[in-house]
């Protein structure tokens, strides 16, 4: 609970932040992607200036996400392996508990059937 109410406190600020930002600088703005004829461009895109500042922030989230994400890897890897490895222990401690079991029982059919003998 006090995880989402801090959450929220974060979020609304920076929606409101965002907002007023976009409203800001919402006169068009041309990227020309052209750097040999900056004057008659033939690659350019025209934005409001707002499209591009959130077109950075969303690049650069994604692009902080995946290196980490990749950076990661090698305790996945780690974990995966380590979930395997007790997976096999553990069906080993039950194969190992089931012929406890059927062992004990057995000795104790073993044992009760001489008292069966004696007592008719």
């Not at 930002?21 to 033939?42: C, I, K, M, Y």
């Not at 989230?61 to 490895?85: D, H, K, Y």
């Amino acid at each position: 609970m006090l995880k989402r109410i801090l959450w929220l406190c974060v979020a609304f600020p920076a929606a409101a932040l965002l907002v007023t930002l976009a409203v800001a600088n919402r006169h068009s703005v041309r990227l020309v992607l052209d750097p040999f004829r900056p004057e008659t461009p033939v690659l350019s895109i025209v934005l409001p200036f707002y499209g591009y500042l959130f077109g950075a922030l969303v690049i650069g989230v994604l692009l902080g996400g995946t290196a980490t994400w990749l950076s990661q890897s090698r305790w996945r890897r780690t974990a995966r392996t380590r979930s395997g490895e007790a997976k096999r222990w553990q069906a080993e401690a039950d194969r190992l508990m089931r012929e406890r079991d059927a062992e004990v029982a057995t000795r104790n059919k073993a044992l009760a059937a001489p008292d069966k003998r004696n007592a008719a």
